[in-house]
């Protein structure tokens, strides 16, 4: 039986992913305490095939508060009675979150009378922190749109089943932080910039003028080809520790020319000898950004 735990701050996305696995054919429990977990998988084992059986459980402040001794015990008799067992944690900046609350006029589970939106978010991420730090995958939907988050827990829970380890290759910029789910980041922002090029500044990385100024620089055909061995010799260990998806995070200054380019000129490369690679360009999209649940 295959077993998936969603958690992650509210407002970050987890009902979405749910929603996601939902029409992918799991059966779906969200906001289950967390004492009745082991009977709960026990009925579903008894109801389905056990080979076959796809079982994805929320779990949130609500679940957890008050039983932080029992967790550690309870993931482990769920790892225990599956084949497949992993959990994914949804993280969003504060910031953000509060603009969503704002937006969506949506309380969040933990304000009361006596606590405001700002303590909540505080103290969600506190009684959240034992499962954020057992989360086998950790998505940051701070930039993502409500299209982009199904896709992302899409390439990191599913697609991977069938195609291998997952690997995306993200493009940011770093005046607007750093992606949270990167399991190696690359700072190419010491290569030559098309911003500085008027006739170029109004151009991504992903269009053709661009493509042919970025490409003509030797310093970025060096950059591309040691960020491209460097991915090429230590990708095989992850899949040898069956790891199921890596994330390779490449950053400049903006967000929009030298990183896109090179994360579009690593992934085609390495798309020879993997299946399942993306892109996702995270400046590019920001200004088509909707509030996710």
């Not at 402040?61 to 008050?66: L, T």
């Not at 190696?184 to 006739?199: G, I």
């Amino acid at each position: 039986m295959q077993i998936l735990v969603i958690s992650g701050r509210s407002g970050s996305g987890k009902t979405t992913a749910l929603n996601l696995l939902e029409d992918e054919g799991y059966t779906c429990i969200d906001n289950l305490p967390l004492s009745l977990l082991p009977a709960l998988t026990e009925q579903i084992r008894k109801a389905h095939n056990p080979n076959t059986a796809r079982l994805a459980i929320g779990i949130d402040a609500r679940n957890i508060d008050g039983d932080l001794s029992v967790l550690p015990s309870l993931l482990e008799s769920l790892k225990k009675d599956s084949d497949n067992f992993r959990i994914l944690y949804l993280d969003t900046g504060k910031e953000v979150l509060l603009r969503r609350f704002s937006e969506t006029r949506r309380k969040h589970p933990l304000s009361n009378k006596n606590t405001g939106l700002h303590e909540a978010i505080s103290s969600e991420d506190l009684i959240l922190a034992p499962i954020a730090a057992l989360a086998d995958v950790t998505i940051d939907t701070s930039n993502l749109n409500l299209h982009e988050l199904r896709s992302a827990v899409k390439r990191q829970l599913i697609d991977n089943e069938r195609d291998g380890i997952a690997i995306t290759l993200t493009s940011f910029g770093f005046k607007f932080g750093v992606p949270v789910d990167s399991d190696f980041m690359f700072d190419v922002r010491c290569l030559p910039n098309p911003y500085w090029q008027a006739e170029l500044r109004g151009y991504s990385g992903l269009e053709q003028p661009v493509i042919n100024f970025l490409k003509d620089q030797d310093p970025v055909q060096q950059m591309a080809a040691d960020i491209e061995s460097f991915a090429r010799k230590w990708i095989p260990s992850f899949e040898d520790n069956n790891r199921s998806y890596i994330n390779i995070a490449i950053g400049c200054t903006g967000g929009m020319h030298r990183s896109v380019f090179l994360s579009e000129h690593i992934a085609a490369c390495l798309r020879d000898n993997y299946k399942n690679v993306q892109t996702r360009h995270r400046q590019l999209s920001a200004k088509y950004m909707a509030p996710v649940r």
